[in-house]
């Protein structure tokens, strides 16, 4: 969908400021009654409904309850008055020239980009009002807004089109920007490793759309979407809401936020996160059900918005206001506890982390380090490659960060769908993806085809990790004979790093491996001989298993990591591990679900790494059994052979443990 070219939202209405109602435990629900008459709604709401119709044509007392479902985003329950924020249409005109106003054409752009480099200084300005944490979440990604705004291969492509193919300024943004963000999104689409790098490409096609937007905006000098009027309390519901939207709201004033469109992986939604608002993205036709006024409860646990709720609802809804008050509460309180089981055994809990801005969330929920750091992030956006000594400052601030917690880097794990520019323009991968990525040159085999990117890179985590203690994860091992060529650059870049006089940890990063694929976890037993640790890929590997991308909706349903064959690869590559005292953890969803926590514990892991947000609900998991009846229950599941029974002793077991 064409990002340039926004579907209109429903004009703000002025209801009198209503009290908040959200999951921070706040209560009392704003009262509809008194709330302006929408002025403006758009074609693409609807007619607004006065209060209902009866059959006949007579009124009812009010409008019936009405439940849409959506993607849950940010944990809470609030209730309030819809807010619409409204963004006008921008249809840019295909305009064509002549070449003698190339030049001319040339200038305008050049003023749009100088205009929208001055807007996002003074957005990045702003963020002095918002809470710290969303500070360090939406700072760097005006930060790469600006970079792409420089001389990037957007900017360059915009300005060759106007040239090569005489069009207007705002026709070759236009074009530009939406055949770039079409060919990203192509890519992460197609078959091949799913997940992070998926959600990555799509991020960045939403990267290159927003600076399209905003170009086109100053080109054509439209306005930009308002929130100035958004009143206290209110639920703030719009067809799509960008991250630079999320930069200019105030969550002291926000009871919730949803909208028509958005998934749960973009920037958008980390944002949401890290504002601590309940929100729900991806509502089906929500803007045209719920204009302005409408009463509104929305249950970003549960992905679920509700209109004109009835009594019951609404009563319902605040006793989960309660109650979701308390459990922050709890979680809060488990922060400042250890993760260890009844019969005192300690659990490492860490976070995965793929952008440095998601860091405070990672202190936030109280976990032990980061498990699983995604540097991929370093490479994106670019035109050239990072070299060593700006690589080796974007890893010491992490680690410094986390002050003193350990930080395990994975190094680039490139794979054909994803799409870093900088590779391709120095000639380090091809510049057409492979057939199948997922089986071609990706993870440690190019890094292993380009020795001087892997040396950098160690090099750079190598000088790094004197600012704290450090691990260095390789992904997508195969065969024990990559493991010892990995560790021979490895051992040869810090002979080269003494040689030059560096000051290098001691001991030196554990080197250890990914078991995201059949191969690894069956030969694990002799990969635990070279490796120094152990890290599941929970999600690669149920993929390589069963053959399928839950990505690809036509298998998605297959994809299960309670497969026994999954679950059998894993206690697999865990005894091999435990056999020779190697540290081994999960990483992946399985990790994060804390239906599996006890599984887990009984296959005999003491460490998993998830994303941020499941750490307090995986303590309170690890804390409420023994690593004894954990055993006992894996020795059961481990005996069966269909993961639909194998579901139901989870979901006993959990309900036991109740």
């Not at 709401?45 to 009010?62: D, E, H, L, V, Y």
């Not at 440690?444 to 985590?461: G, V």
Request: one cysteine or more; glycine letters at 8%.
């Amino acid at each position: 969908m064409n990002r340039t070219k926004p579907p209109p939202a429903a004009a703000p209405a002025k209801p009198p400021p209503a009290k908040p109602v959200s999951g921070a435990g706040r209560s009392g629900a704003p009262k509809p009654q008194g709330v302006s008459k929408p002025q403006g709604v758009s074609k693409s709401q609807g007619t607004p409904r006065s209060q209902g119709t009866k059959p006949g044509g007579a009124t009812s007392a009010s409008p019936a309850e009405r439940r849409l479902s959506g993607i849950a985003i940010s944990e809470g329950v609030a209730i309030g008055a819809v807010f619409g924020a409204v963004e006008p249409e921008i249809e840019p005109p295909r305009r064509r020239i002549q070449a003698a106003d190339i030049e001319a054409e040339r200038s305008r752009l050049d003023a749009a980009i100088t205009q929208s480099k001055k807007q996002l200084v003074k957005l990045r300005a702003r963020l002095d009002m918002l809470p710290e944490e969303s500070q360090a979440e939406i700072a760097p990604l005006i930060d790469a807004y600006l970079q792409m705004l420089g001389p990037s291969r957007l900017t360059r492509t915009m300005r060759q089109r106007i040239e090569e193919g005489l069009v207007a300024a705002e026709t070759a943004v236009h074009d530009t920007g939406d055949a770039m963000a079409a060919a990203i999104t192509a890519m992460a689409d197609e078959d091949g490793k799913g997940g992070e790098q998926r959600a990555s490409a799509r991020r960045h096609a939403d990267e290159v759309r927003e600076i399209s937007r905003r170009l086109i905006r100053n080109l054509t000098r439209q306005p930009f979407r308002s929130f100035t009027a958004l009143p206290a309390g209110a639920v703030l519901v719009c067809e799509y809401l960008r991250p630079a939207d999320v930069a200019l709201l105030d969550p002291a004033r926000l009871a919730a936020v949803a909208a028509d469109e958005g998934g749960a992986d973009g920037h958008t939604a980390i944002m949401l996160r890290a504002l601590g608002v309940p929100a729900v993205l991806g509502v089906a036709d929500l803007t045209a059900a719920a204009p302005p006024g409408t009463l509104a409860v929305v249950d970003g646990g549960k992905g679920e918005v509700i209109l004109n709720p009835t009594p019951a609802t609404l009563a319902e809804a605040r006793r989960a206001v309660t109650g979701f008050a308390r459990q922050r509460q709890q979680w809060a309180r488990l922060k400042r506890l250890p993760a260890i089981t009844t019969d005192n055994q300690a659990v490492e809990l860490q976070a995965n982390l793929e952008l440095p801005a998601e860091l405070p969330l990672i202190a936030q929920a109280g976990a032990a380090g980061i498990g699983l750091l995604r540097s991929e992030f370093l490479f994106m956006n670019r035109e050239r490659m990072p070299n060593e000594d700006q690589q080796a400052e974007i890893y010491r601030g992490i680690i410094e960060a986390m002050g003193g917690d350990p930080v395990t880097i994975r190094v680039l794990d490139w794979s054909g769908e994803k799409e870093i520019d900088a590779l391709v323009a120095e000639g380090l991968v091809p510049d057409l993806p492979p057939v199948n990525p997922a089986l071609s040159v990706r993870g440690l085999r190019l890094l292993l085809r380009q020795p001087e990117l892997f040396e950098t890179q160690l090099a750079a985590i190598l000088r790094a990790a004197n600012a704290g203690p450090v691990r260095v994860l390789l992904p997508m091992v195969t065969t024990i004979g990559e493991l010892r060529r990995a560790r021979e650059v490895f051992e040869r870049v810090v002979r080269r790093l003494r040689r030059r006089g560096e000051r290098l940890p001691e001991p030196l990063p554990p080197l250890g491996i990914m078991i995201e694929t059949p191969a690894a976890a069956l030969s694990a037993d002799a990969l635990a001989l070279e490796a120094d640790f152990f890290a599941i890929g929970s999600n690669d590997l149920t993929m390589y298993t069963l053959a399928v991308d839950r990505g690809e909706a036509i298998v998605a349903s297959l994809y299960d990591p309670l497969h026994p064959a999954v679950l059998r690869l894993m206690q697999f590559a865990i005894e091999a591990a435990l056999l020779l005292r190697k540290p081994v953890s999960v990483c992946g969803e399985l990790a994060a679900n804390p239906k599996f926590t006890p599984l887990l514990l009984g296959l005999g892991l003491r460490s998993f790494s998830m994303n941020s947000s499941a750490v307090p609900r995986v303590k309170q998991a690890v804390r409420g059994v023994s690593a004894e009846a954990c055993a006992r229950f894996a020795r059961r599941v481990m005996e069966q052979n269909d993961s639909s029974l194998i579901d139901e002793l989870l979901s006993e077991f959990a309900e036991a443990n109740e």
